[in-house]
């Protein structure tokens, strides 16, 4: 397939030169959500601070909604959590099973639907017994791309939302019906959603070490596609 490759005097705008380029309106075309998944070499951002906060022990159980190609679910596997993940795409046969810890890791801000972004973050807290970390993409990660709802249509045909530094635990807070000081913010663009008051009140705590600290700074190197 050559493709379509218009003449610069035909006289479209540049968006319905997209439009045509992506085969259908920006509004209408169905978004790439599975596009947005990548392969680690390590464990991703939530789920480190999960295992840094001690939620992760041996026989913990562990849920990742949104797994992606599974990366997280492997690592953990292997260093002995009961370990499982379900991906509409990926792992689509995966029964959404409760665990301690549930992982919801870069799956909001890849949902255009604002109805469907609040469900999915319902879902996922309703299978943590005890804590759900939630990671999204923050605006300083901000690619060009054609706006769409409250985010933007990539050139790959994926949806991207990027949050305001407060605005991801504020949402939370607030879809979830869960007290701020039960959603602790641990580094940009991941929060906390603790199901036990004691559990937010030694996250808080433990937010002073220079270990902690030093997971924050490795936010800013985490990579995203």
């Known amino acids: 397939d050559a493709g379509f490759e218009p003449d610069g005097d035909a006289g479209f705008s540049d968006m319905t030169l997209r439009e045509l380029a992506y085969g259908g309106s920006l509004e209408k075309r169905e978004v790439q959500r599975h596009l947005t998944a990548i392969t680690r070499n390590g464990l991703s951002l939530s789920v480190r601070a999960l295992d840094h906060f001690d939620f992760l022990a041996k026989r913990s159980t562990f849920f990742d909604y949104g797994c992606g190609r599974g990366d997280d ?55 943590a017994s005890r804590v759900l970390a939630v ?73 002073e070490s220079s270990v902690f600290k030093a997971m924050q700074d490795e936010a800013d190197c985490e990579v995203k596609s």
């Not at 985010?151 to 701020?180: I, M, R």
Request: aromatic share 6%; proline share 4%.
């Open 73 to 127: 679910v492997k690592a953990l596997a292997a260093k002995g959590v009961k370990a499982t993940g379900f991906d509409p795409h990926y792992a689509p046969d995966v029964a959404k099973t409760k665990a301690d810890a549930v992982n919801l890791g870069y799956v909001l801000n890849v949902i255009e639907n604002k109805a469907e972004r609040a469900k999915a973050l319902k879902d996922a807290w309703a299978l």
């Open 135 to 207: 990671a999204v993409r923050t605006g300083e990660d901000s690619p060009d791309g054609d706006p769409h709802g409250d985010g933007v249509v990539t050139s790959t045909g994926t949806f991207q939302k990027f949050y305001a530094p407060d605005e991801l635990a504020k949402f939370v807070a607030k879809t979830l019906g869960v007290a701020a000081t039960n959603v602790v913010q641990v580094a940009a663009g991941v929060v906390l959603v603790l199901r036990h008051d004691k559990d937010a009140e030694a996250v808080s705590k433990a937010q």
